[in-house]
């Protein structure tokens, strides 16, 4: 019997003790995290990233039973985790504050080690750093994007960072021009009915059909597709029956940045245009909510 209790057991949970120290006395940076601590998604892969949250934790000697994992020790848990995705960090500094680069943040403040020790930790990529209050920038599919630039880490040695640039200012739906909406199904898109997403071009498709690289705004993700879609606010002058138009779920309300960001938008043909009203469907909308897919 308990041979076959030990079968399903992670290496990690079988032989592991929590690491010593890693207090107040071991802290090197404004958030007491030291020169033991790593950053880590657990695996399999990758249970935290989908909600863009990253463990804190202490490496351990302690092989793992998944090839090519480490083990790392989370205190507040009580518990160690296997990952294959790990790394070191520091503060981050003005320099370090690029479009596309992954940071790492405390989801609420620091004030004492016993703090960093029981923190939940966001992990996203930097989406705009021109349109959040001063003193804060906005990252990709958090429920609280605008984020503090004094709380941000960046990766040792990590992976290069995309290189973005964004101009002018945003237009009425929180677009700038390098801003396109993106198909991300899996099939084939219909052309007169599909939903798409914000991104950034990171690569712009050189003519209409070819591929092009985007940071998707709503989940971080880099993007090859030629499904990709530049656009501009309507008029009500322009728009007619058969008009190929974006439009915000609500129909009738103009969406905040954060819903913009997150949220899929509706490409398709108006059905009935009138002096009177414009319809979707069944659906009245209004001409404020719409965008002209060029």
Known sequence: ?????????????????PARGGDAKDATDAQFVGADDWFFLPYPENSDSSNGQIKLGKMQSERSEYPGAKCFWVGHENRQHSAKTFFKTRMAT?????LGRR???PLSEIKTANDKAEMSWGYHRITNLVDAP???LIVHGSTNPEVDVTSLRVIVGGEPDPTITMT????VHHFHPEHWLVFTGTSEPDANDLEAKMALAIRPPAKPGDEGVFLMLESGAILTTKH???SRPATRAELKTGTRVALFPSGLDLPSRER????????GPLTNVTPSFIKVGRSTVRAEVMRIIE
């Open 134 to 136: 001063k003193g804060q």
């Open 94 to 98: 003005p320099q370090d504050l690029v």
């Open 168 to 171: 002018g200012k945003e237009d």
């Open 228 to 230: 990709a879609y530049r």
């Open 103 to 105: 940071v790492i943040h």
């Open 260 to 267: 913009a960001y997150r949220e899929a938008w509706w490409i």
């Open 1 to 17: 019997m308990r041979t076959t209790f030990l079968i399903g057991i992670s290496w990690c949970l079988m032989f592991a003790a």
